[in-house]
């Protein structure tokens, strides 16, 4: 089944839009349904869950991360992601910083905006990412932006959100920022709204796996 809605998807997706399979929540077994369809990039939101899955799959792999990211965690994440798409402050892209310059790495992130209606999600205010967009982070590479939309059946409301994003994230393109390419928008439900508005990057999950197991 799993291949089935993998290839349905890959179908339907232009060549250019990179599938991040959001596999938080399922079974390394399901992932690995995933993996021999062809699936590479998977995303996780939790770092423990991270941490057991990453040593029960192939080695190819890369892992993305796009919870909410808790400075005291950066330890068991940032040595095993290729992208944190989820940065949504100052003080969470100041301590991957140093942990960068730390360590000798450069870290690859999205700054998220908060795009959606909801008080409770996370992120920047668009004044915010200009003002990042425009500093030098050591050891950190900002490769771009991440949204989630409204949670809304509404896809009016969604598309709104999106065009928001994609104004933005063409604005900051048009800077020059080194290596800034990548829009993460769309999921299960809308990502074919986020293609249409511009999105490189989709992080679809119930559409892959089906409901959350656990």
């Known amino acids: 089944m799993i291949k ?15 599938l991040v399979a959001v596999s938080k929540f399922h079974p390394v077994e399901r992932l690995m349904e995933a993996y021999e369809a062809g699936q590479r990039i998977f995303a996780e939101s939790r770092p423990q869950e991270l941490a ?29 992601v290729t992208l944190v798409q989820s940065v949504d402050s100052l003080h969470l892209l100041e301590t991957i910083s140093a942990w960068a310059v730390a360590n000798a790495r450069v870290i690859d992130i999205l700054l998220e905006l908060h795009l959606g209606a909801e008080e409770t999600k996370q992120g920047f205010t668009e004044e915010e990412i200009m003002t990042l967009c425009h500093s030098a982070h050591s050891s950190v590479r900002i490769r771009g932006l991440m949204g989630m939309a409204t949670n809304t059946d509404d896809m009016a ?27 993460s928008i769309g999921m299960s439900g809308d990502w074919p709204v986020a293609v249409k508005h511009g999105a490189t990057m989709v992080r679809i999950g119930t559409d892959i796996f089906g409901p959350r197991e656990y």
């Open 4 to 18: 089935e809605r993998l290839q349905s998807i890959y179908k339907e997706l232009p060549s250019d839009v990179t």
């Open 157 to 183: 409301v969604v598309e709104r959100d999106f065009m928001r994003i994609e104004a933005l994230f063409n604005r900051i393109k048009a800077m020059g920022l080194d290596g800034f390419d990548t829009l």
């Open 52 to 80: 057991q899955k990453i040593p029960q799959m192939p080695a190819d792999v890369q892992w993305h991360f796009i919870g909410h990211l808790q400075t005291n965690k950066l330890k068991l994440v940032l040595p095993y």
